[in-house]
Nanobody, 126 residues
């Protein structure tokens, strides 16, 4: 069973950058599609980005395209979310998630991911 642990959250001013990390233990995380979701206070958890190793595909929510980049390091069993040009509306708890690998399909819905980390808070001040 894979266990996911996020880190790298914090407080940053608008326009700044943060890099979140998600370390996976238990299995090689390249066996999974890895995703990032976020949940702002009082809102539903929403898709941010996904990395489909087997299909060589990345997907992003429209709200973060051009600003966020998802990547991974197989040797470290770690996936990253580089967040640039941060906005106050990016403030949320960010969650790492894993879904069963499928080279022909990259999931973006919350219920398609079966494994979750505990979340890390990102706060962007204006």
């Amino acid at each position: 069973q894979v266990q996911l642990v996020e880190s790298g959250g914090g407080l940053v001013q608008a326009g700044g950058s943060l890099r979140l990390s998600c370390s996976a233990s238990g299995r090689t995380f390249s066996d999974y599609t890895m995703g990032w979701f976020r949940q702002a206070a009082g809102k539903e958890r929403e898709f941010v980005a996904a990395l489909n190793w087997s299909g060589g595909i990345t997907r992003y929510a429209d709200s973060v395209k051009g600003r966020f980049t998802i990547s991974g390091d197989n040797a470290k069993n770690t996936v990253y979310l580089q967040m640039n040009s941060l906005k106050p509306e990016d403030t949320a708890v960010y969650y790492c998630a894993a879904a069963r690998s499928n080279p022909w399909y990259t999931p973006t819905r919350r219920n398609e991911y079966g494994l979750w980390g505990q979340g890390t808070q990102v706060t962007v001040s204006s």
